[in-house]
């Protein structure tokens, strides 16, 4: 059972970049997947979360430029980053769990090692 999070890179202020979570050992589906990110010296904050599939939500800094998906043949949840700031600038983790409030998967059943994205200003 394995939540693998990549793609995660350098990128100039104002780019794109797609995070994928891949699950390997159970369907993703099943469950609510959430991205979360932790920069230095900050708590970790919610960033996103998808919920039977379809349904979505966003934190309010990151609304109108991420977009969360699923994909069930790939087993795998993305995290379309587009217009990218230095603040996105952390570490991305992606969970799969239960109880989902918002952007954040409040009970976490199983979860990825984190990719860095950086935003270069």
């Known amino acids: 059972v394995q939540l693998q999070a990549s793609g995660g890179g350098l990128v100039q202020n104002g780019g794109s970049l797609r995070l994928s979570c891949a699950a390997s050992g159970f369907t993703l589906n099943y469950y609510a997947v959430g991205w979360f990110r932790q920069a230095p010296g900050k708590e970790r904050e919610g960033v996103s979360c998808?919920?039977?599939?379809?349904?979505?939500d966003y934190v309010d800094s990151v609304k109108g430029r991420f977009s969360i998906s699923g994909d069930n043949s790939r087993n795998t949840v993305y995290l379309q980053m587009n217009s990218v700031k230095p603040e996105d600038t952390a570490v991305y983790y992606c969970?799969?769990?239960?109880?989902?409030?918002?952007?954040?998967?409040?009970?976490?059943?199983?979860w990825g090692q984190g990719t860095q994205v950086t935003v270069s200003s």
């Open positions: 969970v799969a769990g239960r109880s989902p409030l918002g952007s954040v998967v409040t009970v976490e059943d199983y």
């Open positions: 998808i919920k039977n599939g379809f349904s979505t």
